[in-house]
């Protein structure tokens, strides 16, 4: 597919050639000109229809959250797929790690209470800004596929980015969006020295399942029944060609855990029991597919909370006992005084 990469080009493309087929057929002067302009009138129709629907599927992240300028807080920009830019806390001391990354249309100073948590449980931070979100590069057409890519490259080159000799243990926290890229990033991971440090993901609230928002929106934008496989198939071709780093889709569930991630290491899971952004059925299918594996080693722990909710969340008590409570378990020796 040719023009795949920006989000109107196709749709703009096949609406003017659709202008031009209806000026000649309103100029045609037989019957088998007339009969070829229909024919053309109505592929192209059906074309920038079909275009006009991934054009609004692709949601741009929108308006950049401000960046935070605290003390002790440094900024790096990183070359990889996207140039992405990752806020950082680190000290002279060796520590455990945790590595944030924030929901759709956040950003790092959406993490930074939870960020100060860490650090006075004594952690180094690294806050990891989505393409198209905060001061990272922005993407024509956003996907949670490169975001996964993406951070997958960021985490690959941490060393020398970061001085990791100080870097005992490493969590990874994903927040909404920020959960779902964990969780094929978890499936993308290799073995090294970085990977081998991962000692625990927190999940909180995550997305877990593609074909969930793909119901929404055929909702949205009144997608009837009938085309609801065309959809699919083009949103797939578009998909594929933008996500090369990736193995190509071929079905919805492909996008849904655990086809699209889980988790082989121990989990925190935490959702709010309110959630009025994706609802339960994200964390109750998670719930299954993690019961469900057999890597009895690893530890999963759920918790559903009460005063929690899926925005609006930056600051929120049982929430962050929650993680204190369950990393203090698994960093044993590490230094836990505040850094």
């Known amino acids: 597919m040719i023009f795949v990469k920006y989000r109107w080009l196709r749709p703009s493309l096949f609406l003017a050639s659709l202008i031009i087929s209806v000026f000649f057929l309103v100029a045609s002067s037989s019957i088998l000109e007339y009969s070829i302009t229909i024919l053309l009138s109505l592929i192209l129709s059906y074309n920038f229809i079909l275009e006009l629907w991934i054009g ?12 935070f300028t605290e003390t002790g807080w440094s900024s790096s920009y990183h070359n990889l797929s996207t140039q992405i830019h990752a806020k950082s806390h680190f000290d002279e001391i060796k520590r455990p790690l945790v590595i944030i990354i924030h929901g759709w249309r956040s950003g ?17 931070v690294i806050i990891f800004e989505m393409p198209g979100h905060g001061a990272s590069e922005p993407v ?36 909404s969006m920020g959960g779902f890229v964990l969780l094929k ?59 090369p780093k990736l193995t190509s889709v071929e079905d919805i569930t492909e996008v849904d855990i655990p086809f699209w ?13 309110q959630d009025d952004v994706l609802g339960r059925r994200h964390y109750d299918r998670l719930v299954n597919v993690q019961s469900d594996l057999k890597e009895n080693h690893f ?36 230094s836990l005084t505040s850094a």
């Not at 060393?159 to 490493?170: A, G, R, T, W, Y």
């Not at 991630?261 to 029991?273: M, R």
């Not at 009460?306 to 929650?322: C, E, F, G, V, Y």
Request: net charge neutral.
């Open 56 to 67: 609004m599927a692709f949601i741009s992240p929108g308006n950049k959250k401000k960046m």
């Open 108 to 124: 790092a100073i959406s993490m930074q209470s939870r960020a100060e948590t860490y650090i006075k449980m004594g952690m180094h």
């Open 140 to 175: 024509a057409k956003w996907t949670a596929g490169h975001a996964a890519v993406t951070f997958h490259e960021f985490f690959e080159s941490l060393e020398p980015q970061f001085n990791m000799d100080l870097v005992s243990k490493i969590f990874l926290h994903g927040h």
């Open 185 to 243: 990033f978890n499936n993308l991971a290799t073995s090294n020295i970085q990977y081998d440090k991962i000692c625990g993901y927190i999940l909180e609230s995550p997305l877990t399942c593609y074909s969930f928002i793909f119901e929404e929106t055929i909702k949205q934008l009144f997608i009837p029944r009938f085309l609801v496989n065309h959809y699919w198939k083009r949103l797939r071709s578009h998909f594929n060609t933008v996500n």
């Open 261 to 273: 991630g889980s988790i082989n290491n121990d989990l925190l899971l935490i959702q709010a029991e």
């Open 299 to 334: 530890t999963f722990d759920e918790h559903l909370v009460p005063s929690l909710t899926h925005a609006q969340s930056r600051k929120n008590i049982d929430r962050d006992a929650i993680i204190e409570d369950w990393v203090k378990e698994r960093i044993h020796s590490d």
